[in-house]
């Protein structure tokens, strides 16, 4: 039976709807479940194989209905704590324990309480804790993820995770040695900007398959696929799936090899936009209640810039815009949003700014720091805020 255990959040028409009901002093996300959902089924659709949700890209509850709703059952976890969550909220989902480090109680936990049976490793001594806390494989599966050629990405996770390819043969081979199905995993980077990067990323798992000469049931492209931001265009999600879909059947690796995808960002960029309210005008300069120590974090690790739009529907807001800089809540210096906000020139306290596509790497970076922390949703049923 399905567990319906999600919360209800408060519903509204419209975010100026949520301004007049809540006047909300303090930080609200404004979650998109049908705009989560269209872009769900998108990928369902569109993406030639298997597509998993990367959860820490944003867990909230309702996120994560959403994509159950739209059909996904697949989840990428790397802690515990989400497997926990996934386990006990969609008990017929799948999940992946996709951290390549993990503690020796993690895996006999994961194992054990969870029957997790699908894990990522990137060197030997990994093979050997999951072998020694859970024994060999037994049909079990081992994704081997290896580096893959650096191209346009705004974070390079293959500088963190990642065995060069020139091992990974050997290690694919004790994988398949101990008893485990095998796979191979990769990650281009978040918000990576050229198609080109997954078709190397095949080429060199096709290379390690070779020269490898065992069975590989799974190809994990990872994550990676951009959204659209402020100043950032990059191609469609279709580039990206038809160059993949030609590199795996180019490959023709074996019939029965699953591909795999596991998108976090283009997932659930866009089904969330952020309500922050301006505390103080000092000139060109804002100080909201939300900062890079909370939702807007990728503003300044990422580079990021996020559409914007001043609101308030109590008053007319003047048809002239300027530059403004926004600056967050902490007495931290380093709370400044890195690049100018272009909004009417009337801006003033009181006055609410959206800030869009903010489903990702937002509520589930932000920190406590400073005694700021924005715990506020609601759903929203109006069209989400894109970049111009
Ligand atoms: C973060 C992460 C993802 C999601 O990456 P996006 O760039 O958000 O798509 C997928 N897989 C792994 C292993 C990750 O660490």
């Not at 806390?133 to 037994?138: A, E, R």
């Not at 100080?287 to 503003?299: A, C, K, P, R, W």
Request: charged fraction near 25%.
């Amino acid at each position: 039976m399905q567990k319906k255990s999600h919360i209800t959040l408060p519903s509204f028409a419209t975010v100026e709807d949520v301004i007049e009901q809540l006047k909300p002093g303090y930080p609200v996300y404004c979650l998109r479940p049908a705009e989560l959902k269209r872009q769900a089924r998108f990928f369902l659709d569109s993406f030639p194989g298997r597509v998993m949700y990367a959860v820490k890209c944003n867990p909230h509850l309702t996120v994560l209905q959403a994509l159950f709703d739209a059909g996904i059952r697949h989840f990428d976890t790397a802690s515990l704590a989400e497997i926990a969550l996934i386990r006990e909220h969609f008990p017929q989902a799948d999940c992946y324990f996709m951290h390549p480090v993990k503690a020796r109680a993690s895996i006999l936990t994961a194992q054990d309480v969870y029957g997790i049976d699908h894990y990522v490793i990137d060197h030997e001594k990994e093979l050997d804790k999951i072998i020694e806390t859970t024994g060999s494989g037994d049909g079990r599966v081992i994704l081997v993820r290896i580096v893959t050629p650096v191209h346009d990405a705004q974070y390079r996770l293959s500088d963190k995770f990642g065995i060069a390819s020139d091992e990974a043969a050997e290690l694919l081979q004790k994988v398949h040695k101990a008893d485990f199905q095998t796979g191979i995993a990769f990650h281009v980077g978040s918000q990576c900007r050229t198609p080109q990067a997954f078709t190397d990323g095949v080429r060199t798992a096709l290379d390690v398959i070779r020269e490898a000469n065992v069975p590989v049931h799974y190809l994990d492209v990872g994550g990676g696929f951009p959204a659209l931001y402020e100043d950032d265009k990059p191609p469609a999600l279709d580039d990206y799936f038809k160059v993949i879909e030609e590199a795996f059947d180019e490959a023709k690796i074996r019939r029965d090899c699953v591909l795999m995808c596991e998108p976090g960002r283009a997932l659930v960029a866009s089904g969330c936009s952020l309500l922050v309210q301006i505390q103080l005008r000092k000139d060109d300069k804002l100080y909201i209640n939300d900062g890079v120590y909370q939702s807007l974090s990728e503003t300044l690790v990422g580079k990021i810039k996020l559409p914007a739009r001043l609101t308030n529907p109590r008053r007319q807001l003047s048809s002239q815009n300027q530059e403004f800089t926004i600056l967050g809540p902490t007495c931290d210096c380093l709370d400044i949003l890195p690049y100018q906000f272009i909004l009417p020139d009337d801006a003033e306290e009181g006055d609410w700014i959206e800030i869009g596509q903010v489903g990702a790497y937002s509520n589930s970076a932000a920190t406590r720091f400073n005694g700021f922390f924005p715990e506020t949703f609601v759903s929203v049923d109006a069209a989400p805020l894109m970049p111009k």
